[in-house]
């Protein structure tokens, strides 16, 4: 199934609890974009270098998987060998995982890379053009959102649990930014597919926006409940 939406709409940690459930895959595509950053600025390479980002994209030896270490991932992302999990989720990472994103190029190099994730069998994904561009044969399709304040809001919340303490008008002006580059870019914009359900998640717990998910799931193809809580998260081989 795909789980699209802006930053901040609860796609990771529904997706991930989601596919928990149903014994199911889970693979947030925001990790790949994120990674691909990190590594270009290691490099010096800047975000508006098409060319030199899709050369990075088609030998990006990531490897995503579960948990290894107990503060609070969801899953572990490694590198080269090197557990970046953490450091793909700064705000400087936020901005420039959005501008890198954009370049149809590396879209290309890295659709490949999800499209395999995708044959796996059951898998929840979770991005901004997956049920559009990535698995548009998806049979159930979620579209979360929720309004900017709310997910400024959650974002503050997530970045002081690591220590980054960011005003609120600094946050809801950093994703009202990175909506409208997601949003407008040419190839793969954020965008819900036409048969997407959409999902408003403001004012609602956790439990209560898997449990609408679920019910989703179980009306659309009757499969919520096999073979639940035995899931894992992708496991991405290096190229
Ligand atoms: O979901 P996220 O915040 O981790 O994603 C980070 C950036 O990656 C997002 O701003 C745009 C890009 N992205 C994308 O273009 N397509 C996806 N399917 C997932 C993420």
Known sequence: MAIDGPAGSGKSTVGAEVARRLGAL???TGVVYRTLALVASERGIPPDDAE???EVARTLALRVGPPSVDDGRLYDVYVDGRDVTWEIRSPEI????????VHPQVRRALLRLQREIARNGRVVMAGRDIGTVVMPDAPVKIWLQASLEERARRRQRDLAKRGIVQPLEAIVAELAERDRRDATRATAPMRQAEDAVIVDTDGKSIEEVVETVLAIVRERCGCADHGAD??????VPSP
């Open 26 to 28: 889970y693979f947030d």
């Open 230 to 235: 035995s899931s894992s998260v992708a496991t």
């Open 52 to 54: 030199r980002l899709a």
């Open 94 to 101: 936020d901005k420039l995982a959005s501008q890198v994103s």
